[in-house]
């Protein structure tokens, strides 16, 4: 039976000595796919993208990427595997120009990444414009750019985003879902988190409703947005 490429299976834990958050749930995304965590405040959505990142201890369950447990790597070795993760705050150096944040994204590598740079800009035109400015110049949209852009200078094969579109604009929010469908035509696996869950859901291929850090529903964005108990509680009817 063929796996998800990347999986958090039956993952319980919490922080530190703290109590549990994440309830037994199970978050997977295949190659290429977009998926989508969306639910309440509080419902465990972060906290579930930093657990298949490494960055809290699974007291149950387990993280697989390509077939391979990944058990108890840090973050850091998470990203030479081929993660990508782009938190939701504090995601730039403001003070690095646009440039200089994407190639401390390359950090891990010893190749050229001057085809990887021209490859963002080619994705993000007006990064392209602003290179030389400060990253903490720039609008909130664009750092949001930055931020993507700085992730996929690690050559991902998952990009994992925590709130994306998180205080920009409409318009803003619109622009960033279309890029972001471009990188997964590319092959890239895309999971992210969304308080916008309706137009999140509309772009994603799989979505997950998390209630108390647990699987409520579980379906394709076109499935869970159809569902009648799905738009009565987390769409507005």
């Avoid at 063929?2 to 703290?18: D, V």
């Avoid at 929010?173 to 997964?184: P, Q, S, W």
């Avoid at 590319?186 to 309706?198: C, K």
């Avoid at 409520?216 to 009565?232: I, K, W």
């Amino acid at each position: 039976m063929s796996q998800p490429f990347l999986i958090g299976e039956a993952m319980t834990g919490g922080y530190g000595g703290g109590a549990d958050i994440l309830h037994g749930c199970t978050i997977a995304v295949e190659r290429g796919e977009i998926a989508v965590i969306v639910g309440p405040n509080g419902a465990g959505k972060s906290t579930a993208m930093k657990a298949l990142f490494g960055m809290l201890d699974l007291r149950a369950g387990e993280v697989r990427l390509d077939g391979v447990s990944l058990g108890a790597t840090s973050p850091q070795e998470r990203v030479a595997r081929g993660m990508g993760f782009v938190p939701q705050t504090h995601n730039i150096f403001t003070s690095m120009s646009v440039e200089e944040n994407l190639e401390m994204g390359a950090f891990l590598r010893r190749d050229d990444i001057a085809r990887t740079i021209a490859q963002v800009y080619e994705l993000f035109p007006i990064l392209g414009d602003k290179r030389h400015q400060p990253a903490g110049e720039l609008s909130g949209g664009q750092r949001q750019q930055v931020a993507v852009g700085r992730a996929l200078m690690t050559q991902p094969r998952v990009l994992m985003l925590d709130e994306p579109t998180a205080g920009v604009s409409p318009i803003v929010m619109d622009e960033l879902f279309d890029r972001i469908i471009e990188v997964a035509r590319t092959g890239i696996s895309i999971l992210m988190v969304e308080q916008n869950a309706r137009q999140a859901l509309e772009i994603a291929d799989r979505g997950y409703v998390l209630v108390q850090g647990a699987n409520a529903h579980t379906g394709t964005g076109a499935e869970l947005l159809a569902d009648p108990d799905v738009r009565r509680s987390f769409l507005g009817g």
